[in-house]
């Protein structure tokens, strides 16, 4: 069991930063791999950013590679999204995922967050 809490959200002006954390709990925490996925209005959830539970293992999606860097710190059981030139594009909400298996698929992971709200004006 992994509960997991996002913050860092809100308003940002194109070309803007963001930096997202998602706090977990569990001792098991480090053996987790996370993700980060988002869904703007009106659309689906989609994959933005994982990690193994291996650090430095990566995995992003196209449209957020070279923009967006995901990183854990398991001494603090948190996942980081640094999020940079940021895009009206980007606007969504944000969630947090924890899971066993490492890759882009919903299905891997079994714990989410809540999610929180990234707006990008133009």
């Known amino acids: 069991q992994v509960q997991l809490v996002e913050s860092?959200?809100?308003?940002?002006?194109a070309g803007g930063s963001l930096r997202?954390?998602?706090?977990g709990s569990g001792r098991t925490f480090s053996r987790y791999a996370m993700a980060w996925f988002r869904q703007a209005p009106g659309k689906e959830r989609e994959f933005a950013a994982s990690i193994s539970w291996i650090v430095g293992n990566t995995l992003y999606a196209d449209s957020m590679k070279g923009r967006f860097t995901i990183?854990?710190?398991?001494?603090?059981?948190?996942?980081?999204l640094?999020?940079?030139?940021?895009?009206?594009?980007?606007?969504a909400?944000?969630?947090c995922a924890a899971g066993e298996l490492f890759g882009m698929s919903r299905?891997?992971?079994?714990f989410w967050g809540q999610g929180t709200q990234?707006?990008?004006s133009s």
């Open 118 to 120: 990234v707006t990008v």
């Open 71 to 80: 990183s854990r710190d398991n001494g603090k059981n948190t996942v980081y």
């Open 8 to 13: 860092g959200g809100g308003l940002v002006q």
């Open 107 to 110: 299905s891997y992971y079994n």
């Open 93 to 95: 909400v944000y969630y």
């Open 82 to 91: 640094q999020m940079n030139s940021l895009t009206p594009e980007d606007t």
């Open 20 to 23: 997202l954390s998602c706090a």
